[in-house]
């Protein structure tokens, strides 16, 4: 996989995630001047729905408004349209690989980013679908994505897991937790994996921040309204292991950046 020699940081490094629901759908909506905009250090995408060949030169070689480059990578999906994660990032990472499991890899799941002080990763959790079709496939990747994250912690390895998690949590993660009792993304065994998760020690960073707060999601449906009406759910993350807590700096949803029906996440690395 790829490699580079050495890294050098500016700090504080300000990462984003979001879930475009099709990078080229979203280049139409103003993807590339936001991008610019920004400025973000790193910039984690998933469900870009696309082969890096299909992309134009626009997407492909995005530059900051002080014109430094992003290096972009890609894995995506076996399937076409289907899937698929990215990272654009202004530091070269030294190592950029997947996740290392056949099939999660041949869905475009996961790209891991070394740098110098931390792994970054930009994950896409299967959606278990309706009546759990794909309940038993997302449990896998979810057990996956624990052993990934366990086998960093045990090499004292800090790393940021980013993305989707298709995975509202607690109550306070959507807006009628009653009514999706049955739903994907609110079902038991999910919300079950999220408890392990965190009681592992792993950090939900933007709860770090907030612990109790209400109203805060980062994905809408496009139906009735829901997002003027702010009816959504939290299913977007930056998770860190414990040990990097002293670096994390802040987390934030933009709720305000449009063009998908999911909005980004932030956080802010004090490296």
Same mark, same amino acid.
């Given at each position: 996989?790829?490699?580079? $020699?050495? &890294?050098?940081?500016?700090?504080?490094?300000?990462?984003?995630? @979001?879930?475009?629901?099709?990078?080229?759908?979203?280049?139409? *909506?103003?993807?590339?001047?936001?991008?610019?905009?920004?400025?973000?250090?790193?910039?984690?995408?998933?469900?870009?729905?696309a082969a890096p060949a299909q992309?134009?030169?626009?997407?492909?070689?995005?530059?900051?408004?002080?014109?430094?480059?992003?290096?972009?990578?890609?894995?995506?999906?076996?399937?076409?349209?289907? %899937?698929?994660?990215?990272?654009?990032?202004?530091?070269?990472?030294?190592? &950029?690989? $997947?996740?290392?499991?056949?099939?999660?890899? !041949?869905?475009? *799941?996961?790209?891991?980013? +070394?740098?110098r002080d931390f792994t970054l &990763?930009?994950?896409?959790?299967?959606?278990?679908?309706?009546?759990?079709?794909?309940l038993d496939y997302k449990l896998?990747?979810?057990?996956? =994505?624990? !052993?990934?994250?366990?086998?960093?912690?045990?090499?004292?390895?800090?790393?940021?897991?980013?993305?989707?998690?298709? &995975?509202?949590?607690? $109550? =306070? +993660?959507?807006?009628?937790?009653?009514?999706?009792?049955? %739903?994907?993304?609110?079902?038991?065994?999910?919300?079950?994996?999220? !408890?392990?998760?965190?009681?592992?020690?792993?950090? +939900?960073?933007?709860?770090?921040?907030?612990?109790?707060?209400?109203?805060?999601?980062? @994905? @809408? %449906?496009?139906?009735?309204?829901?997002?003027? *009406?702010?009816?959504?759910?939290? =299913?977007?993350?930056?998770? =860190?292991?414990?040990?990097?807590?002293?670096?994390?700096?802040?987390?934030?949803?933009?709720?305000?950046?449009?063009?998908?029906?999911?909005? $980004?996440?932030?956080?802010?690395?004090?490296?």
């Amino acid at each position: 996989m790829h490699r580079a $020699p050495g &890294i050098c940081y500016t700090p504080p490094m300000r990462i984003l995630s @979001w879930n475009v629901n099709g990078i080229r759908a979203l280049e139409k *909506r103003g993807f590339v001047p936001w991008m610019t905009r920004e400025g973000a250090d790193a910039v984690c995408i998933q469900e870009t729905k696309a082969a890096p060949a299909q992309l134009s030169a626009d997407l492909l070689n995005i530059s900051d408004q002080g014109g430094q480059p992003y290096h972009a990578y890609w894995m995506s999906a076996k399937k076409a349209g289907y %899937s698929g994660v990215a990272l654009y990032s202004k530091i070269e990472p030294q190592e &950029i690989r $997947p996740l290392g499991v056949q099939e999660f890899d !041949d869905e475009g *799941r996961v790209l891991q980013a +070394d740098y110098r002080d931390f792994t970054l &990763i930009s994950a896409y959790f299967p959606n278990s679908q309706d009546e759990g079709k794909r309940l038993d496939y997302k449990l896998r990747f979810c057990q996956a =994505i624990m !052993d990934l994250c366990k086998g960093y912690q045990k090499k004292k390895r800090h790393f940021v897991l980013s993305g989707d998690f298709n &995975i509202a949590h607690r $109550p =306070i +993660d959507l807006a009628r937790p009653r009514e999706n009792q049955g %739903s994907p993304g609110y079902l038991p065994e999910e919300r079950a994996w999220m !408890d392990s998760f965190t009681q592992a020690g792993f950090v +939900d960073t933007f709860r770090h921040f907030h612990p109790g707060e209400e109203g805060h999601y980062s @994905w @809408w %449906s496009y139906r009735s309204g829901a997002r003027e *009406r702010n009816v959504g759910w939290r =299913i977007d993350y930056h998770c =860190i292991d414990p040990a990097f807590l002293p670096a994390l700096g802040s987390a934030r949803i933009l709720k305000e950046v449009e063009g998908s029906d999911h909005c $980004p996440v932030e956080i802010v690395l004090k490296l």
